[in-house]
């Protein structure tokens, strides 16, 4: 059933626990997510990237929602770190429940007028926006240490920022990356501490690909209550695709049993269905399980 992201992400933060937020690229990787969401009986959110909206266009947002709408589970379907006020717009008057209103390479007061004008607009379609302070670097920025401490959230700028913008969940930089790193910065649990004293809405943890199960689950002890994943499933689809091809051959047989398109899609739907369980599972346990 097609949920409130908000609603989800202030369950689960009442709960002690988190909501897993997976990023999908076709409707193959939606159903292995919902797969492993019912599998488990956990709600789950869909996230789209800008990218992905940009090639699939309204047909494929259009696609997700309705495959969350007919979920077992309770799913949300969200935008994923975009700062073109249009495309939040648009997505969200086609049933989109939330978006990231991704304001974090600009200036400080930038990131604040961004956010707060997607608010606004959010308010219209009965929406959420989450909003980022603290640039999140990827793996593609050549990601040092030193790069990643200059970036991190400051608490007291959190606080200030959450009143000033109204956003209703916070995405932190606390040492974690998008994508893999050679070598993962450790995660800042003090300063996650200190921005969760700072402020009253669910954070949010990026980059979750590639973090220990120990450090997700202190991150959710402190208050994170949404944790996206996206490096991790699809690399697990993309490397059940690359066996299929490799045990196959250049020239597939389609008369022929396993070598057919839907049964690579089959084979990538249960790699990734796999590693969204046990993101699913670890976001799952109470403290102290």
């Not at 990231?100 to 604040?112: Q, R």
């Not at 040492?175 to 996650?192: A, F």
Request: hydrophobic share 45%; charged share 15%; proline share 4%.
């Amino acid at each position: 059933m097609l949920a409130n992201t908000l609603e989800l992400v202030s369950e689960a933060r009442r709960r002690g626990v988190a909501v897993g937020a997976f990023n999908t690229y076709s409707i193959e990787l939606t159903q292995a997510i919902l797969q492993a969401a019912e599998q488990l009986r956990q709600p789950v959110i869909l996230q789209l990237g800008v990218a992905s909206v940009k090639t699939g266009r309204e047909p494929f947002v259009k696609a997700t929602l309705v495959a969350a709408q007919g979920a077992g589970v309770p799913a949300a379907v969200h935008l994923d770190h975009c700062a073109d006020l249009n495309m939040i717009e648009q997505c969200l008057s086609w049933g989109c429940s939330s978006a990231l209103a991704d304001g974090s390479h600009f200036s400080f007061a930038e990131n604040i007028s961004l956010t707060r004008r997607a608010v606004a607009l959010a308010s219209s379609h009965n929406a959420t926006i989450e909003a980022e302070l603290g640039y999140l670097a990827g793996t593609e920025d050549g990601v040092t240490v030193e790069a990643v401490r200059a970036s991190l959230t400051d608490p007291e700028q959190a606080r200030v920022f959450v009143t000033a913008t109204g956003a209703s969940m916070l995405a932190v930089a606390i040492g974690n990356v998008h994508g893999y790193t050679p070598n993962q910065p450790p995660l800042d649990l003090v300063r996650l501490s200190q921005i969760a004293s700072q402020v009253d809405v669910p954070l949010v943890l990026h980059g979750a690909s590639g973090l220990s199960k120990e450090n997700i689950q202190r991150a959710i002890a402190l208050g994170v209550a949404k944790i996206n994943v996206n490096t991790e499933v699809r690399t697990a689809f993309l490397a059940a695709i690359a066996a299929w091809g490799r045990r196959v051959g250049p020239t597939p047989d389609v008369r022929r049993k396993g070598q057919d398109w839907l049964d690579l899609m089959r084979e990538g739907i249960a790699a990734a269905q796999i590693v969204v369980v046990e993101h699913l599972q670890t976001l799952a346990m109470m403290p102290g399980e």
